[in-house]
């Protein structure tokens, strides 16, 4: 399947064909091209979820800004560290530090947490999940160690990106804070929700083109899951069968990128994970945040943070790893994207 050559209309045709239920020819063509540059390797990274506050208020998000339904938290220098300090015990050798937009962690603030990272532990990957910055802002994170930076846009149509948030935020911005991450030498990572409101065909396959044209090291994608204190609390989810149509073709599309299997995906399905992998994808990240903060990161409803999703239960998760046909790789697991 030659998608780096096909028009948009030829995409659309193509996630129409496999919406309901993806081929197994999909799939199968997926994960060939997924072993032929990672093996079966999955790569695990930990991650941190140290604020669930956030100055913006996308409407379908939990921890927005005019939520006052959310029990909000802050962890402070030492609680990340000690996170670290878990995962170093544990294994891990990435961290991913996520976090709403937070005015309280101002960058010296943030690039005094990499410094400290990186000089305990400088052979690992400190991975950035905090939203839109300044090119100022972000030169300093690279400066103190930073190494990647996920900003997932959501969605490439202006109209639709219009219809899930305020006015006070554009697509305009998110994707020029892509290109100067990679401008800075980020190993960058872009994304979309799938199932999200108002999201056509022709919607996804506006991502596809922009992840082509942007050439991202990473990309999360994942079913959109309503949260109950959101404004699309009433809104349909999306399904396991569209998300792994649209891993199977972002992996066929980027054969070198590093796809996550979601934790969103493996809360719309108790099997998600390993289906993830079965449409090209080998990444997962557990969580190593402090136990007591997990359920209050509800970007949506029912998010699994415990169990196999804990950092704590990796021997487990090894297991499901095998059990599946893969093998677990606790290393940096850089991509392969130039």
């Known amino acids: 399947m030659d998608i780096q ?11 129409e ?15 060939k ?35 006052t339904a959310a029990r909000r938290y802050r962890l402070t220098k030492e609680q990340i560290l000690e996170c670290c300090d878990e995962g170093d015990r544990l294994g891990f050798n990435t961290y991913v ?12 603030i943030l690039c005094d947490i990499i410094g400290d990272i990186k000089h305990k532990y400088p052979d690992c990957a400190v991975t950035l999940s905090i939203g839109e910055k300044s090119k100022e802002s972000y030169k300093a994170y690279k400066d103190a160690g930073a190494d990647r930076y996920l900003l997932r ?4 149509n202006d109209a639709h990106y219009n219809k899930l948030h305020p006015d006070s ?18 190993q960058v990572g872009a994304g979309f929700m799938v199932g999200s409101p108002y999201q056509t065909s022709e919607t996804l396959a506006e991502d596809l083109l922009f992840i082509k044209e942007l050439q991202p090291h990473m990309v999360g994608i994942g079913p959109f899951i309503p949260q109950k204190d959101s404004p699309f609390a009433d809104k349909t989810g999306g ?4 998300t792994l149509t649209m891993l199977s073709l972002v992996r066929i599309m980027l054969p070198k990128v590093l796809l996550p299997s979601t934790t969103a995906l493996g809360t719309i399905d108790p099997m998600g994970r390993e289906k993830g992998f079965s449409a090209g994808a080998n990444v997962v990240m557990p969580n190593l945040s402090p136990a007591d903060t997990r359920k209050d990161y509800a970007l949506y409803d029912n998010k699994i943070c415990s169990g196999d999703e804990a950092a704590q239960s990796i021997m487990s998760l090894k297991e499901r ?18």
Do not use: W
């Open 153 to 156: 846009h959501e969605t490439a």
């Open 33 to 67: 091209t997924r072993d032929k540059y990672y093996g079966k390797r999955i790569f695990v990274r930990g991650l941190i979820e140290f604020t669930n506050y956030c100055k913006n208020n996308c409407y379908y998000c939990g921890i927005r800004a005019g939520n």
């Open 5 to 15: 050559s096909m028009t948009k209309k030829e995409i659309v045709g193509i996630i």
């Open 239 to 242: 399904t396991l069968e569209l």
């Open 169 to 186: 935020m554009s697509l305009e911005n998110r994707k020029n804070c892509l290109y100067t991450l990679r401008e800075l030498g980020y």
């Open 17 to 31: 064909d496999n919406k309901g239920n993806p081929s197994r020819e999909l799939l199968e063509a997926a994960a």
């Open 97 to 108: 530090l996520q976090g709403g937009e937070d005015g309280y962690f101002t960058d010296e």
């Open 321 to 338: 790893i095998e059990r599946a046909g893969y093998t677990m790789d606790m290393g940096r697991g850089d991509s392969l994207m130039n």
